[in-house]
């Protein structure tokens, strides 16, 4: 059974950072694409940062370049997302979630495995 656990979430004010961890289990870690999203209040989810496991390339989305960093512990079949400078518009939830590509830029066109989610607040 595929599981994606989320961890690392709370409130911090803006300008801080948090690390998110994302514990996988049940598929074979270094054949996937694993990505972090967001859902805010009343708006569509969006793909924040991807990363292959396989060779470590990366996607970010613009809205958070240079500020966030995903990075990928294959010994521990976790990926985390370090995030910096963080602004009240970084509320939301994030969830984790897996797929199968070998490009993390395809993460963006949807992915088989989620997470539950964990919530971000951002006060400002």
């Known amino acids: 059974e595929v599981q994606l656990v989320e961890s690392g979430g709370g409130v911090v004010q803006a300008g801080g950072s948090l690390r998110l961890s994302c514990a996988a289990s049940?598929?074979?870690?270094?054949?996937?694409?694993i990505g972090w999203f967001r859902q805010a209040p009343g708006k569509e989810r969006e793909g924040v940062s991807c990363?292959?496991?396989?060779?470590?390339?990366?996607y970010y989305a613009d809205s958070v370049k240079g500020r966030f960093t995903i990075s990928s512990d294959n010994a521990k079949n976790t990926v985390y997302l370090q995030m910096n400078s963080l602004k009240p518009e970084d509320t939301a939830v994030y969830y984790c979630a897996a797929d199968p590509y070998s490009d993390p830029m395809d993460c963006i066109y949807g992915m088989d495995y989620w997470g539950k989610g964990i919530l971000v607040t951002i006060s400002s």
């Open positions: 990363i292959s496991s396989s060779d470590g390339s990366t």
């Open positions: 049940g598929f074979t870690f270094d054949d996937y694409v």
